[in-house]
């Protein structure tokens, strides 16, 4: 089945009656379940994102041997001190990595971030969200709203539709951890984030999840806890599982080393997923490590086969020799010369910031980025193609569809396997909705009835 047939038949229906009442639907939905990003609106286009079943089933088999490179470059650093200087840690990262979470997992809960061209199945991911990886509830509300608008409606009387719900796999994660640490009654679950953060309706989604399945759960700032007697506390609520949203940088940033949250956690009074050693595989360098020829003796024949195949090659900035498509470089002046065809990433930030793009940059602002790149931890990575398709939107009483750029960002369980799948839209190649632009969408594996 072509993924254009579907999308031409989703289009053809949009008559401007049909867009009109759709949209108003879709508003109407998103005011009710809270459905925003901050104060702007999570879905700002009237089509989900559709994938084909072999489209999707391209994308979770390729991605295993993928997840198996991940934890052994992971578990390797955390046993091996010399190794774990390749991924840039802080010196405090460095003491967290040492803490014991109660369970050996080290990313349970993740998202890679990824460009699918689906006409040709160039998959190629770019960065790996290992510590907070959100939308997973939006995009469940997102599913069951776009299952009610009336062209979806009119769609799903020629094509079967399976939404890929994933909070039910969030919540089972969280369980097992908190089971494999030691828990042994119902988990108290604290959703723990700074209080005036915009995903903040996503918490309450959660909030409002848990409780439906029987399980307590409340959203914490990490400034109101308290560690005595050996318990978490915030008020006369005590915590027994964190599910942290919070970003370990900003915990530490905002509240030190020494708050209650890491006393707890380093001395087993707390089970948090993720743990403080997601952090490494967090690290824009985690792709460096995957990808560089230095390491590839640590990898199978089929691993280092996904690896070429999906991702970009990537490589710290400093002065060394590597290679590029097997032949040797002198990583500086390729990066120099080749400033059309790279991006640079700083190591450990996020929503976009700091990402330098060298086919939108002068030649001056290049340098001086690179110079910059050098000072502190920053990665080097190879430019990827960014897919578009065509998206409607109903604005100002007219139905208008125009190309826009999409990325693929599959939620990965227990460092294992995909379940589900966040996209979002842009105009933007940086495509970040934190970065201020852009809509989520649902995705929708479809096929023809």
């Keep these: 089945m072509a993924l254009t047939e579907a999308i031409k038949t989703y289009h053809d229906l949009l008559t401007d009656d049909m867009a009109a009442d759709s949209q108003g639907q879709l508003d109407d939905q998103l005011r009710r379940r809270g459905l925003f990003f901050g104060t702007r609106p999570l879905c700002t286009v009237l089509r989900p994102r559709f994938l084909t079943p072999d489209q999707f089933t391209y994308l979770r088999r390729s991605i295993r041997p993928l997840l198996r490179g991940f934890d052994k470059i992971s578990q390797r650093a955390v046993a091996d001190a010399e190794f774990r200087q390749q991924f840039g840690l802080y ?9 014991d979470p109660g369970f050996k997992n080290h990313t349970p809960l993740t998202r890679l971030d990824a460009f699918f061209v689906t006409e040709n199945n160039e998959l190629r991911f770019t960065e790996y ?41 969030v919540m089972h994660v969280l369980l097992d951890m908190y089971k494999e640490w030691g828990g042994q009654e119902p988990p108290r679950i604290a959703i723990l984030d700074w209080t005036d953060v915009p995903t903040r309706s996503e918490f309450e989604l959660f909030t409002q999840y848990f409780g439906s399945q029987g399980y307590e759960s409340r959203i914490i700032d990490p400034r109101e806890t308290e560690y005595k007697n050996g318990r978490l506390v915030a008020g006369d609520y005590h915590i027994t599982l964190i599910y942290k949203r919070v970003l370990i940088t900003e915990l530490i940033e905002r509240c030190g080393i020494d708050s209650p949250v890491v006393n707890a956690v380093r001395d087993g009074a707390v089970c948090m997923v993720n743990p403080f050693r997601c952090k490494m595989l967090y690290k824009k360098l985690s792709l460096a490590v995957l990808s560089d020829e230095l390491n590839a003796g640590m990898f199978s024949e089929e691993e280092l086969r996904a690896i070429k195949a999906h991702i970009p090659w990537t490589r710290r900035v400093q002065e060394r020799t590597t290679t590029y498509g097997g032949l040797p470089v002198d990583l500086i002046p390729f990066i120099h010369k080749y400033q ?53 939107s109903f604005v100002n009483g007219e139905l208008k569809i125009y190309d826009r750029m999409l990325d693929t960002a599959p939620f990965i369980f227990y460092g294992n396997y995909v379940d589900g799948c966040l996209t979002r839209l842009s105009t933007d190649p940086l495509l970040n909705v934190s970065a201020g632009g852009g809509s989520t969408v649902p995705t929708f594996v479809v096929e023809k009835r």
């Design 340 to 392: 059309e065809q790279l991006v640079l990433k700083p190591n450990d930030d996020y929503g976009g910031r700091g990402i330098v793009l060298g086919w939108q940059t002068n030649k001056s602002g290049w340098e001086k980025a690179v110079q910059e790149a050098l000072q502190t931890p920053h990665i080097v990575q190879e430019r990827v193609v960014i897919p578009e398709e065509p998206y409607p």
């Design 91 to 99: 010196d405090w990262e460095e003491e967290l990595v040492q803490v």
């Design 129 to 169: 969200n290992a510590e907070v990886p959100a939308a997973s509830a939006y995009n469940d509300v997102l599913n069951s709203v776009f299952f009610g608008l009336p062209v979806m409606g009119a769609f799903m009387q020629q094509y079967v539709a399976r939404p890929l719900p994933t909070r039910h796999s």
